[in-house]
């Protein structure tokens, strides 16, 4: 990346067409994993390497996190939120980050992430949660009876036993 004279890298413009392009939505009840789905397609004639980061990496599990898009081809991948409970867990601030750039080979390079590349391209999506509305669509809350049956145990008499007294003997 070229710095300008103010000291700022320039930004390279993304080369992967994201499907969503600036929002991930997750649909709730968030009680057990949602997952969203976000799509990279390569419409350059280059091969292209991708990360995907995430400002909360414990709270969201990326699959494939990584990897190759030969050109004219597209990349499915799956952003599954861990359950947490949206009335006491503010999720607002999470963003992800899709990192990109060319490569001449067919393979993903770790070591090609570990140093800053002029040719890298950055593209943010912010999390947007949906919750669900209690509307009239929605089944209502309904309430169930409860019924408690008495069964009568059949009543035993209690069996007298006499104890008789035995002596005790020392030797």
């Known amino acids: 990346m ?21 929002e991930l939505h ?11 789905y976000l799509k990279l397609t390569n419409l350059t004639d280059r091969n292209i390497i991708f990360k995907v980061k995430t400002t909360a ?12 898009i030969p050109p004219k081809k597209t990349k499915s991948i799956s952003l599954m939120l861990q359950p947490f409970d949206p009335e006491n867990d503010d999720r607002s601030r999470d963003k992800f980050m899709v990192q ?13 992430w570990h140093d800053p590349h002029e040719g ?4 943010k999506l912010k999390c947007v949660f949906d919750i669900p509305s209690a509307d009239a669509s929605a089944p209502a809350p309904y309430a169930t009876e409860v019924k ?4 009568e145990q059949p009543k035993i008499k209690p069996k ?3 104890v ?5 003997c020392n030797k």
């Open 2 to 22: 070229a710095q300008e004279p103010s000291g700022k890298m320039n930004q390279i413009e993304q080369a992967l067409v994201l499907d969503p392009p600036n």
């Open 26 to 36: 997750f649909k709730g009840p968030f009680t057990e994993v949602t997952t969203s």
């Open 57 to 68: 990496p414990k709270t969201y599990c990326v699959r494939p996190n990584g990897g190759f």
């Open 100 to 112: 990109s750039m060319f490569t001449s080979s067919d393979a993903y390079f770790d070591s090609l």
């Open 120 to 123: 890298l391209m950055n593209s």
């Open 148 to 151: 408690a049956e008495v069964v």
């Open 160 to 162: 007298v036993v006499q």
């Open 164 to 168: 008789q007294e035995s002596k005790v």
